[in-house]
């Protein structure tokens, strides 16, 4: 077993590559997009890139039962796919940027970008796997907390990072850039030795991929009790706000008038830091509250950090002027309070992952959300452009209040068993 430092390391490293190409798709994409006059409804259906991250569950449990014991069973998926993720960065980076209004060099465009996310997909429900096997339930929330701090960091170069560099550097160079990144990032893997996996033979509903009658016989596990019952009602529920919101934050401030480099530096970059420092406080926070009181009160911060780029589009909308200061710490909040929150959600999903199918259930609680979030993500830019901005964000506000009771809810059920509090 690796010492705690270096597994933390471990799992930093393969975060942050995994966050390098999904923060230029989630953060960098959105805007370059905006800034060439693209409608918030197209750039919501850029949501079907991340579709990998939503179905990954139906090869996850090839993933947990297929892998090479000698070099490490869950290392000899991760290793190949990083190397992947870095082909696929060396090929985009031979598209011209300025080709892309063209229908063949879009639609190339679109297949690297879905089949970096394919690779992507594949790489973490291996990285997830290994992790719920290497720690233990006290370094669980350190160790999503490391999760989060490599993923916010990868946002950082992966959007903030390109937008800006795009201003002095060519297209090329910077994927060149991100290319060598994830190399760098598969460098701890290469040099870890996976400690050997206890042999669990699986029964033909866990050793076979995913029909929908599997899914059905794989979900009764989340209805054994009430308690896990009103968790997986939470999984369900937690990310509607985010998928709704998902393609307008960035778009409101390109209409509001920021540049690339503003948008790169002081939202996304800065944003990130936020998100850092977030994680960090996350982790440090549930020292003192349990796992279940930090969930509710972050949860409520999510709300009122909503609230704050409803009161944005507000003003947007009044034609009012808006200081530039304004607008970067009220999207720094919104990305701190999301990471606090992301850190505590990983953090009761991996207790919620059975050891033996550790992939696998940790992917499926994890593409659940993504399912949610990535629906509505590409329904939501044409809500925004019927109803604009602020009374489209209005609306979010409320749909996250009422999430709450799901919350709620399930907290009330691991209340009333001790045994089963977090």
Do not use: C
Request: proline share 4%; net charge neutral; hydrophobic share 55%.
């Amino acid at each position: 077993m690796p010492t705690l430092p270096k597994l933390y390391i471990l799992l930093f490293s393969l975060y942050w590559a995994q966050g390098l190409p999904v923060g230029f798709m989630t953060h960098a994409l959105p805007v370059i997009l905006r800034a060439q006059g693209v409608s918030l409804a197209h750039i919501g259906g850029f949501g079907l890139l991340m579709l990998p991250w939503s179905i990954k569950i139906f090869w996850a449990p090839w993933v947990d039962r297929f892998g090479h014991a000698a070099f490490g069973h869950y290392r000899s998926w991760i290793v190949p796919t990083q190397l992947l993720s870095v082909a696929v960065l060396l090929g985009l980076s031979f598209l011209p940027i300025q080709a892309l209004n063209q229908p063949e060099y879009l639609l190339a465009f679109f297949v690297a970008l879905l089949s970096m996310n394919l690779v992507g997909a594949t790489q973490d429900i291996a990285t997830d796997g290994l992790a719920v096997n290497l720690l233990h339930h006290a370094q669980q929330h350190w160790g999503n907390t490391f999760q989060v701090i490599g993923s916010r960091l990868g946002f950082i170069v992966g959007g903030g990072a390109i937008l800006w560099a795009l201003d002095w550097l060519d297209w090329q160079s910077t994927f060149l850039i991100l290319a060598a990144l994830v190399l760098l990032n598969t460098l701890p893997i290469l040099f870890f030795k996976e400690p050997h996996r206890p042999k669990h033979t699986p029964s033909m509903t866990e050793a076979e991929s995913f029909s929908w009658q599997k899914v059905k016989n794989y979900l009764a596990y989340f209805y054994q009790t009430p308690n896990l019952a009103a968790w997986l009602a939470v999984l369900i529920t937690f990310k509607i706000a985010d998928g709704l919101s998902g393609p307008l934050l960035k778009p409101l401030m390109v209409d509001l008038g920021l540049s690339f480099s503003q948008i790169g530096i002081y939202v996304t970059m800065l944003g990130a830091v936020a998100a850092l420092a977030g994680a960090g406080l996350a982790g440090f926070s549930l020292k003192f509250l349990s796992r279940a009181q930090a969930l509710l009160v972050f949860s409520i911060f999510k709300i009122l950090s909503l609230a704050a780029y409803t009161w944005l589009a507000f003003q947007y909308e009044a034609q009012r002027h808006i200081e530039a200061w304004i607008i970067y710490l009220i999207n720094a909040a919104e990305d701190m309070v999301s990471a606090m929150l992301l850190v505590v959600m990983l953090t009761l999903v991996m207790q919620y992952s059975r050891k033996h199918l550790a992939g696998t259930d940790f992917t499926f609680q994890v593409s659940l959300m993504a399912t949610v979030s990535g629906g509505l993500y590409s329904l939501s830019g044409i809500f925004a452009d019927m109803l604009g901005y602020a009374d489209y964000l209005l609306a979010i506000n409320i749909i996250a209040i009422l999430s709450i009771v799901f919350i709620l809810r399930w907290i009330s059920y691991i209340t009333k068993r001790p045994s089963s509090a977090v």
